[in-house]
């Protein structure tokens, strides 16, 4: 919770009659939250990737043991599609990046996308 402080304006307190007279600060009490926009980043199946390929990318930017990314790997391959992880608007936009430059860089087809929960 953030205390903040909020100018009002006094019944007494007229137009032209400035200085520090009729001012007070009152504190905002309720605890004011905001949910972050999240979005997910997905891996897609293509033909060519080889599965190492992939589960060392889920080990190296997504933070999953050997094992989770072997799931997740073996999940986009059979269905199509899979979740990496939730994030918010611009680590995932990284996340995409990252995964983007090095697929591309080992010459790999494989493609990351985001899409918002
Ligand atoms: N289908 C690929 C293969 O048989 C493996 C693969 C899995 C590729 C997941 C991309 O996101 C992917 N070599």
Same mark, same amino acid.
């Given at each position: ?14 137009? &032209? #009659?400035? !200085?520090?007279? !009729? ?10 939250? @905001? ?7 997905? /891996? /897609?199946?293509?033909? =060519?990737?080889?599965?190492? *390929?992939? +589960?060392?990318? /889920?080990?190296? *930017? *997504?933070? @999953? #043991? /050997?094992?989770?990314?072997?799931? +997740?790997?073996?999940?986009? $391959?059979?269905? !199509?599609? !899979?979740?990496? &992880?939730? =994030?918010? =608007? ?10 983007? #430059? *090095?697929?591309?860089? $080992?010459? $790999? ?9």
């Amino acid at each position: 919770m953030i205390a903040e402080p909020i100018r009002m304006q006094n019944n007494n307190e007229r137009n &032209g #009659d400035n !200085g520090n007279r !009729g001012t007070s600060v009152i504190t905002r009490t309720k605890p004011k939250t @905001k949910k972050p926009n999240l979005y997910r980043v997905l /891996l /897609l199946n293509d033909d =060519y990737t080889p599965m190492d *390929f992939v +589960i060392h990318i /889920l080990e190296r *930017f *997504f933070q @999953k #043991d /050997l094992e989770s990314a072997t799931r +997740i790997m073996l999940h986009v $391959h059979n269905h !199509g599609v !899979g979740e990496c &992880g939730i =994030y918010t =608007y611009e680590v995932a936009e990284t996340k995409v990046s990252q995964v983007m #430059d *090095f697929a591309r860089e $080992h010459q $790999h087809p494989l493609q990351c996308v985001m899409e918002k929960k």
